[in-house]
T-cell receptor, first 111, second 113 residues
Framework: GENVEQHPSTLSVQEGDSAVIKCTYS??????FPWYKQELGKGPQLIID?????GEKKDQRIAVTLNKTAKHFSLHITETQPEDSAVYFC??????????FGKGTRLHILP | NAGVTQTPKFQVLKTGQSMTLQCAQDMNHNSMYWYRQDPGMGLRLIYYSASEGTTDKGEVPNGYNVSRLNKREFSLRLESAAPSQTSVYFC????????????FGPGTRLTVL
């Protein structure tokens, strides 16, 4: 079945710098890749997603890139702010129409 | 709109006890899901319901049962709780199909002693 690997598990960046979280997937039929953000004590919330017919998608300070050949995709956050501190999950839709989540990255924004 | 609501927020059980986690959504979504979240393990799907009247197993269904009571409500039951079921449980809902955003509830923190 689909396996989604996410790295790093923890990431600390200075406020104002950029953060990059990387994921790989195993099912070549995967065609939809959402990213969720989970703030402390809350449920995850969708922040951006990308389908396999595009290589990049951007929404203000957040962007996602997809390399289908290499089967990896990444989340880029620019000009990080304190409110970006959270746990981020990548995910992939597999051939069985299921969403499989990565194990998460805890992002710390340092003042 | 309240979105997705879950009760209770916290629960402590003894091994062997049973309980039901309740979930309701007011967004008229067809699909509903139950996940568990453990440290370092991410979100793992326990059961899901693609539409009212249907339920299917996810990645980690053992020890759990579900009921899709109506379109709004999807409950998760632990018949005989075990310490390995200590976790945070999230309910989610979405429009039909896996391309749609899942909306998550605030979670239930369950401890089994």
């Amino acid at each position: 079945g689909e396996n989604v690997e996410q790295h790093p598990s923890t990431l600390s960046v200075q406020e104002g710098d950029s953060a990059v979280i990387k994921c790989t997937y195993s099912d070549s039929a995967s065609n939809y890749f959402p990213w969720y953000k989970q703030e402390l004590g809350k449920g995850p919330q969708l922040i951006i997603d990308i389908r396999s017919n595009v290589g990049e998608k951007k929404d203000q300070r957040i962007a996602v890139t997809l390399n289908k050949t290499a089967k990896h995709f990444s989340l880029h956050i620019t000009e990080t702010q304190p409110e970006d501190s959270a746990v981020y999950f990548c995910a992939a839709r597999n051939r069985d129409d299921k969403i499989i989540f990565g194990k998460g990255t805890r992002l710390h924004i340092l003042p | 709109n309240a979105g997705v609501t879950q009760t209770p927020k916290f629960q402590v059980l003894k091994t062997g006890q049973s309980m039901t986690l309740q979930c309701a959504q007011d967004m008229n979504h067809n699909s509903m899901y139950w996940y568990r979240q453990d440290p370092g393990m991410g979100l793992r799907l326990i059961y899901y319901s693609a539409s009212e009247g249907t339920t299917d197993k996810g990645e980690v269904p053992n020890g759990y049962n579900v009921s899709r009571l109506n379109k709004r409500e999807f409950s998760l039951r632990l018949e005989s709780a075990a310490p390995s079921q200590t976790s945070v449980y999230f309910c989610a809902s979405s429009l039909a199909g896996s391309y749609n955003e899942q909306f998550f509830g605030p979670g239930t923190r369950l401890t089994v002693l």
